[in-house]
Structures are given as C-alpha cells and as structure tokens.
C-alpha cells in the first residue's frame, strides 16, 4: 500500500467539495523554490534508505518532485499537498531525534 498515493486521493476527495479559485490559491502557497526541492529530495531519499518509505512511495515522492521545483510547481494540488506533509512529517521526525540525543 502506498501511503503518499493513499493520502493524495484522500486530499483529492476532500478538495472536490473546495471552491476551484480556493483549490487554486491554496495550490500556489505548495509552490517552492530550489533549497525546498533539494530538502524535499534528501528527506525522501533519507527516509526510503531508513525504511521508512517503502520504494514504491520514495518513487512516488521523487517522480513529484521531478527534475526541478518547476515540475513540483506544476503538479495538481492533491499530490503537492500529500507530499510535502510527507515531507514534513520526514523531516519533524528527524527533528525529534536530534533533539532526543
């Protein structure tokens, strides 16, 4: 199961009952710049060498992600929105460890 792909049809869903302008607006706030995309990209390729994501959702975050932040730019809000919680939630946790040593 493919928790990224999971949660994104969820946020799908949700979205439909969302005006399209607030879909829109809330889509432009996901958008990042390069520092993001190469954070985004360590935390997915950090967590699947931890094991926390399996292949099939470090791929499914990486091919998101694409080549540049334009390519995440452009992607529909539902699979910007669930990965960068996935993200998110990567880099709390990694947080929450530097902070228990």
């Known amino acids: 199961m493919n928790r990224v792909l999971k949660f994104a049809g969820m946020v799908e869903e949700k979205a439909k009952a969302l005006p399209p302008e607030r879909v829109a607006e809330h889509n432009t706030t996901l958008n990042i710049g390069l520092d993001e995309y190469i954070a985004f990209q360590n935390a997915q390729a950090e967590a ?5 994501l399996t292949l099939e959702e470090a791929q499914t ?6 080549g540049s932040p334009d390519h995440f730019n452009a992607q529909p809000f539902h699979l910007k929105y669930a990965v960068t919680q996935t993200v998110q939630e990567l880099l709390g946790a990694k947080l929450g460890m530097a902070g228990a040593r």
């Open 48 to 52: 699947h060498a931890g094991g926390k």
């Open 61 to 66: 975050v990486y091919q998101t992600l694409g």
